[in-house]
């Protein structure tokens, strides 16, 4: 029969390594797997709060450099920036903007999706150019993105 501090121990055992598991933690003992645990909620933390600015700053700047209500994120992942653009509506030469505003930019598109039928979605991960000089970053890109939906809108309007 187990006595009641094994059963205790084992399922301690368990949760802890569950928590490893969740948290990519490599760690050998039970105090280095609660540290990385830690580590990892801060930086779960930290990833809300950015994603909180962000969202603030956008509604704040929606009337000024988002005149369309698009909704644009750029993270940065192993291969280089995911972009997504959406917009409940569609919007006929958009993408020739936003392409532009990355060539620019020197940002390689490796993969994209585009629907422009009843909305205009655009998925895509892109590259830092090799040989760019000033390194880039996600807000950058997306401030270059905010900015080729401005253009795209003024001259949509003129038309």
């Known amino acids: ?3 009641r501090e094994h059963k205790r121990a084992g399922v301690l055992h368990e949760k802890l390594q569950l ?3 969740i948290t990519n933690s490599h760690a050998p003992n039970n105090a280095s797997i609660i540290l990385d645990a830690s580590k990892y909620i801060e930086e779960l933390k930290q990833k809300v709060e950015r994603l909180n ?7 704040q700047n929606s009337s000024d450099k988002n005149p369309s209500n698009m909704q644009v994120t750029v993270e940065t992942v192993e291969e280089g920036f995911q972009i997504n653009v959406y917009s409940r509506k569609s919007c006929p030469g ?16 490796l993969d994209a999706r585009v629907s422009c039928e009843h909305s205009f979605q655009l998925q895509a991960i892109g590259k ?8 880039l970053n996600a807000q950058r890109v997306k ?5 080729a939906i401005q253009k795209w809108s003024e001259s949509s309007e003129q038309e």
């Not at 600015?53 to 509604?59: A, L, R």
């Not at 830092?128 to 390194?135: G, I, L, P, R």
């Open 1 to 3: 029969m187990v006595s």
């Open 19 to 21: 928590l490893r598991s």
């Open 53 to 59: 600015q962000d969202i603030s700053t956008t509604s």
């Open 94 to 109: 958009l993408l020739v903007f936003i392409l532009e505003a990355l060539e620019e930019i020197g940002l390689n598109l």
């Open 128 to 135: 830092e150019n090799e040989e760019q000089d000033e390194s």
């Open 143 to 147: 401030q270059k993105l905010l900015h």
